[in-house]
């Protein structure tokens, strides 16, 4: 049995809205947040698949290189990441999966056509509702799980790429279920996506142990910059430009999580310089530190124990300027 909450009542009236959206209307887009995650991938892939059970014409859209590890997701192979893509035409309905906002979306924001109707699906504390339509769950494990609400509530057929897309959904946005958002739901959804045909152990290999030699060489390089700052209650890591340039295809999702492995670190923060003197930092946090708030004032954002942010300046003062930050919580 799926456990409900006091927001039930609310995803029911608001998935009995975009169910009468989805009859009325023909040309859709999904789309998901740039630097793709298996989290945001998976929910726009569900819906596509959901839509084209509808019959509708659908075309998946991301503004930014989709990471090869998910190549295994049903239509992959058809998302478009050119914003230029003549295949595009004109969608009445756009929905956003896994975006706390619309910049989220990259150049997406831009071409969305004024016309059109804009469903918001997330589970982002930080989301500020930009839809015309708004699905935010901030309880939700993930947005598969947000979109899998959705989907039941529309009848889904199930088969194992519905079973596949949702267990990885949350699978990656729960650490492989070790983050405080295993909910009971989140894992009772999985146990019944393994019923339905997701293999959890395939899932894992595709997704965890296919790292290319230049990725494990990027977090060998990255964990040897590993410092501690407030008497290792704060552990930070830095790659540089340098490095990455020197090796094609780094994917450092998830290196900021070995800095969980350390003991008596509370905060944990990986700084990755994307451009020269410009990191895309990831935080996470273990019990009492709401690093949303602290990405916030970065101008990012995220969730409680796991957010974001892209701040710029050199290295070092980058690193300062986010251990100033956070101050308050360890003086
Ligand atoms: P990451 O550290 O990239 O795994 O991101 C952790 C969480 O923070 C994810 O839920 C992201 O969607 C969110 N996040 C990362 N960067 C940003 C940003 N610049 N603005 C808002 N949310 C972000
Ligand atoms: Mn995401
Ligand atoms: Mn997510």
Redesign the pocket.
């Known amino acids: 049995m799926i456990h409900r909450d006091s927001t039930m009542n609310d995803i029911t009236n608001i998935s009995k809205q975009i169910a009468d959206l989805i009859n009325k209307h023909q040309n859709f887009w999904v789309t998901t947040?740039i630097?793709p995650?298996g989290?945001?991938l998976a929910s726009m892939l569900l819906m596509k698949l959901l839509l084209e059970q509808h019959s509708k014409n659908v075309i998946a859209i991301v503004d930014d290189h989709i990471p090869r590890k998910f190549d295994f997701f049903h239509s992959f192979h058809e998302i478009i990441t050119d914003v230029a893509d003549g295949r595009l035409g004109q969608p009445d309905i756009v929905f956003a999966l896994?975006?706390?906002?619309i910049s989220?979306l990259g150049d997406i924001e831009k071409i969305i056509p004024k016309s059109a109707t804009l469903i918001n699906i997330d589970h982002?504390v930080?989301n500020d509702y930009f839809g015309d339509i708004n699905l935010v769950v901030g309880e939700a494990s993930s947005a598969a799980e947000v979109t899998w609400q959705v989907l039941e509530y529309c009848n889904v057929k199930m088969n194992s790429n519905v079973a596949t897309l949702v267990y990885s959904g949350i699978i990656c946005?729960t650490g492989r279920f070790t983050f405080p958002n295993t909910s009971a739901r989140a894992l009772d959804i999985c146990s019944k996506m393994v019923s339905e045909g997701a293999s959890s152990a395939d899932i894992a290999d595709k997704i965890y142990f296919r790292s290319s030699q230049s990725t494990i060489l990027g977090l060998v390089e990255s964990l040897s910059t590993l410092q501690f700052h407030y008497q290792g209650k704060v552990a930070s890591m830095v790659l540089s430009n340098d490095f990455m340039c020197k090796h094609d295809h780094i994917d450092t999702?998830?290196f900021?999580d070995n800095l969980l492995a350390v003991d008596g670190t509370e905060v944990e923060f990986?700084m990755k310089e994307h451009n020269k003197d410009c990191f895309?930092?990831?935080?996470?946090s273990k019990n009492h530190v709401d690093v949303?708030e602290v990405?916030k004032i970065f101008?990012?954002?995220?969730?409680r124990r796991?957010?974001?942010?892209?701040i710029c300046g050199d290295a070092q003062t980058v690193k300062l300027k986010i251990v100033d930050a956070l101050e308050t919580f360890f003086n």
């Open positions: 947040h630097h995650d989290d945001g896994d975006a706390s906002n989220r982002h930080s946005d999702e998830g900021v990986f895309r930092v990831s935080f996470r949303n990405a101008g990012g954002g995220g969730h796991a957010a974001g942010a892209t």
